[in-house]
């Protein structure tokens, strides 16, 4: 059960786009579409932004989008805020477990 | 409005014992799949635990033998029972209710848990 791989840090400025990669293997993030994306805030829970791999629940900025290709999945923001500083943290299901991903911290300059 | 409150959380010694609620509202605890998912101090996010809609439970590596995840229907609560706890298992503990397998829809606000002597 290791964590799916995340970079560590990202950062942009207001009005670009970034991309949050999210890499696992042919075991669970390469073989189940079930693939969500989380952003918390500080001292807050986290929320759902992406579930299966581009669904987005209601209420959830199209800014937001997600994408999947072989075992490394992607969340992209576009338009970049202000509000979207945060950790934002990728998911899989792996048959009988979940994995996340370390989290990435990303940082709007 | 779907809402979950955890409670139960507290310092305890190592080795010692602990047991989690989750109450939840606006929804049916056994007939959604739920979890609970930790974060230790400054870091990501780890699974924990799922009892799915059927009763079916699974466990990470690290707590299996010693956590166990149920749930009272009559409560409509969510419980975690926590075992010969270690200082690893020092974390926000959060119940999550599943909209599939592995999408967490709705959170707690977690509850703190410090295995310390």
Redesign the interface.
Known sequence: ?S?LTQPASLSGFPGQSITISCTGTSSDVGT?N?V?W?Q?HPGK????MI??VSKR?SGVSNRFSGSKSGNTAALTISGLQAEDEADY?C???AG????????TKLTVL | EVQLVETGGGLIQPGGSLRLSCAASGFTVSTNHM?W?RQAPGK????VS?IYSGGST?Y???VKGRFTISRDNSKNTLYLQMNSLRAEDTAVY?CARL???????H????TLVTVSS
């Open positions: 059960q964590a189940y079930l969500s989380y918390q829970a986290p929320k759902l579930y299966e629940p943290f998911c899989s299901y009988s477990s979940t994995l996340f991903g370390g989290g | 979890s998912v990501g996010l780890e699974w799922v699974y990470a590596d690290s959060y909209y599939d397998f592995s999408s967490f829809d959170w707690g606000q977690g």
